[in-house]
């Protein structure tokens, strides 16, 4: 048993695993299952690492996200792993997503920014890594190259265009990605007024950070000029 399967089948049963002055401490409100207490007892040095390594990468908050791509199935990254095991245990929806929104002025061709943000994704192979557990762990696994939805919301004759559109920015940013089957990266076009438009796009951080999205809307840019 992984240290993710371990932390994921505590959370599941209401018991908090968690460092204390650099001790392992355990708390439950019913008491630890005495089979899940041996597992943990097994891998307390390496929970202890694990927790100890979380809370520096937690604090550091530099670290690059954007991975290499996988060649096959293989392991997660300390990083990744940190960000998938929370997300297994957080119920808070969007808590990792990374929400942005561009706005765009002028003639806009929805087709060719279609094409731009399918080509994004087919070519930062990171947008399309999904996480899967298999008998030897959470593995990496690389989805094959496919268009992306770029979904289209027409407000240009709604009066409450403006309500509207700040409660679709809402519901993109807490969208909550099933991150061992849908690409790292959702689109939502909305139109204002015929040369007035809303590019809202939504990662996860387990993809990218806050250096690795400008390349990404730099290389967008360049793909919809074609």
């Given at each position: ?102 706005a765009v002025s002028g003639r806009l061709d929805g087709a060719a920014l279609g094409r731009a943000v399918s080509g994004l994704v087919e070519r930062h192979q990171a947008l399309r890594t999904v996480f899967r557990d298999t008998a030897e762990g959470t593995m990496q696994h690389l989805l094959p190259a496919a268009p992306v ?78």
């Amino acid at each position: 048993m992984t240290i993710a399967d371990i932390l994921r089948e505590a959370h599941g049963a209401g018991i908090r695993i968690w460092l204390k002055d650099g001790a392992l401490a355990v708390t439950a409100r019913g008491g630890v299952p005495p089979a899940l207490l041996d597992r943990i007892r097994m891998q307390k040095p390496a929970l202890i690492d694990w927790l100890a390594r979380l809370a520096e990468d937690a604090a550091a908050q530099d670290d690059a996200i954007l991975p290499g791509p996988p060649a096959g199935n293989e392991p997660l990254a300390f990083s990744q792993s940190r960000l998938w095991v929370i997300e297994q245990m957080e119920a808070a929806a969007g808590l990792y997503a990374v929400p942005m929104a561009l706005a765009v002025s002028g003639r806009l061709d929805g087709a060719a920014l279609g094409r731009a943000v399918s080509g994004l994704v087919e070519r930062h192979q990171a947008l399309r890594t999904v996480f899967r557990d298999t008998a030897e762990g959470t593995m990496q696994h690389l989805l094959p190259a496919a268009p992306v939805d770029l979904r289209f919301t027409d407000l240009s004759e709604d009066p409450a265009a403006a309500v509207r559109l700040v409660d679709l920015g809402r519901e993109e940013a807490q969208h909550r990605f099933d991150l061992s089957a849908e690409p790292m990266l959702r689109a939502r076009l909305v139109r204002l007024a015929a040369t007035e438009h809303v590019l809202f796009l939504t990662l996860h951080h387990i993809a990218t950070d806050g250096w690795s999205n400008a390349v990404l809307l730099d290389d967008l840019a360049r793909l919809y000029a074609g």
